[in-house]
């Protein structure tokens, strides 16, 4: 597609200044303070272009130098049955995931892609240096399709007990690599190796929510839910693990209320985790802009025990600057959580009401939201956005036979430096 790369300049949201994106920055020049940066783009109004372009229809408020082939836009559609169930008369659903019928089609059935493909976009198409992608299993599905029909080298880290999640409809592109964390590790242990991998030459981090293009891109569930309502929700739900999307929402609702033909309020964010591991639910009924103490075994131990094993990111952007903390008090949002059971009943009713398998992840969501209904939060005639983060993965394995990823190296909790550099040797031989 002939494009020309988007216009915007970095802003650090702890001293104001603008800056220049002077290439792969992910954080303010010459700032102390932990703080996240933001993109602002020349486009004040954001024009969607039309669905051909898949996610980049949302291209005037992605921070990107290029399009690449192969994505979807989530897409966003008013509810009738889970609506009426729940005695809702606005409630709208945004689905990232598989569902033709809908017009989404990601093949890896996840939100993820919407990071995947921004942030690969924001690449120089020249860049030789390895990307490395920690994630627990649907970041690295994302990032390993982009990456391997794009031919972009990358190098994933998963903990060994999330291999499963690594499925794909066709074998992958061999510049796409995996190392992985061995058995009774978490999430946390995949982005301490990745953080590893990235001090060895040749390889740079991607960055997570620090990363502009990746929260922006995950943005686009948000410009998709508005630009077909008409106007800024009241009440965003969603299931988080980083809370990086519900950052995403909170800047896209800023961004949208200076466009100004969508209104001028802040949605309240209403976001979930999978009980017991609710560490940043714990936090915030804390009133503690820091995470609370939270040690390795009790951690690991709780994720065991959650469905929803995307959601268990023990360091989340959470305390810095613009990060989570600051958007759920601007928001005057809450954090709700859902058992397993609760999630899986909601799952069952999504599939009855709505017609689509669902993410756990995304049924934790869905839980909370039926809570919040019936402990009177929600008013009948509220505008409610529901963030389906997953689905359709059963509807798309159908019938098919599965390739998966195998990790080249699998290596032992908290390695060393030269464990990891050793391993990349015997992986990326020159």
Known sequence: ??????????????????????????????????????????????????????????????????????SSAPVTYKSSGLASHLGLKNLYITFSGYWPEKGVEM???????????????????????????????????????????????????????????????????????????????????????????????????????????????????????????????????????SGTGAIAAWEANIRLNADGRFGNKLMKLMVSQNHPFVPIMNAWNANSRDMLPFDDETARKEVEIIDAKVLSNRKPPYPPVGGLFDALTETKGEVLSATNEEASQAAELFLKLEGNDIHPASAVAVATLIQAVNDGKIEPEAIVMLNITGGGEERIKSGKTLHYLVPLEILRINPSLAEVQSALNRIFVK
């Open 107 to 241: 093949s890896t059935c996840s939100f993820k892609e919407t990071e995947a493909y921004s942030v690969c976009g924001r690449m120089d198409s020249r860049e030789k240096k390895v990307l490395v992608v920690a994630s627990a299993g649907n970041t690295a599905r994302a990032f390993a399709k982009v990456c391997s029909d794009n031919n972009i080298p990358l190098l994933l880290c998963v903990p060994e007990d999330n291999l499963d999640a690594l499925w794909f409809a066709k074998p992958l592109n061999d510049c796409v690599k995996l190392i992985a964390s061995q058995t009774g590790s978490d999430y946390f242990d995949a982005i301490h190796l990745s953080n590893l991998a990235c001090q060895c030459e040749g390889f740079v981090a991607e960055g997570g929510a620090k990363n502009v293009a990746r929260r922006d891109g995950m943005g686009t569930t948000m410009l998709s839910a508005t630009t077909h309502i008409g106007e800024i929700p009241d009440y965003y739900f969603q299931a988080i693990g």
């Open 1 to 70: 597609m002939d494009f020309e790369a988007t216009e915007y300049t970095l802003q650090s949201l702890v001293t104001g200044k603008l800056f220049k994106d002077t290439g792969w920055l992910l954080d303010a020049p010459d700032q102390e303070k932990p703080g996240l940066i933001r993109t602002i783009y020349k486009h004040k109004q954001m024009n969607p272009k039309d669905t051909s372009f898949g996610i980049y229809r949302f291209a005037d408020w992605l921070p990107i130098s290029r399009m690449l082939q192969g």
